[in-house]
């Protein structure tokens, strides 16, 4: 491996180190498409964490999903079109790290990015444990602060081989990457204003036999991705996607 570098020995987790000009298109567009508007009063109910939330926001020729579990105050927008995804997807192109990830998961020609998400909050009360896939999925999961985060912004809290917890703090340009058996958290913070934005992605194989264990997980997270056959999701029969 070349630029990814183990975040501790023994777990499927990494981290990597990037040039700031990567972050600014999509800085740009968090602060043009989405800043203002996720902090109108209308959208406070966004934050709240207490229902499942499903809807759509459309700026011109750019479309977000908007995802919320109802189990945490943590908003998932995803790239809701083949324009927006191309945005999010050329900060993959330049990190430049499929070479790496190749050595890490089943592949066949390349390695898939599936789909591109800022995650937003602004405030976390709990703790809630979670690993990304299921056990030999062959996918990962990228996540990178979008701007700095304040000092009161929660980082990432996980299991170590041992099942201690511990803490990894989020630096700007720099990602951790995560596969399955991965456990973490978001580190529980106080209420603010000061909105904390993530930039994630799922990406890995491009062979469709890996789908089923992956959509387990990440099948239902955002309306609009790119399935391992390189297909936007609904669109075609090749992954058997249940419910299809
Ligand atoms: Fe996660
Ligand atoms: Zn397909």
Redesign the pocket.
Known sequence: MKKLHPLEHGLNAYKVNFDAALLKPLQTLFDTSLRERLNREGYAYLFEGLEQINIQITDEALKYHITSYGTAPLLWISNNNAHTYKLFKSFMDELNIMDDIKTLVDFKNKIEVYCGFFVVGKGMDRPTWHKDFYDGAQGYTLITPLFELDNAHGNLMYKDAASNVKKYKYKINEAVVFGSGFEHATEPYTKTDNLRVMLSFTFGTDKIEHWETLSKTIGEQSNYMI?P???QKGS?G??NEPGA
Request: aromatic residues 0%.
């Open positions: 399935l056959c390189g297909h075609c090749c992954c």
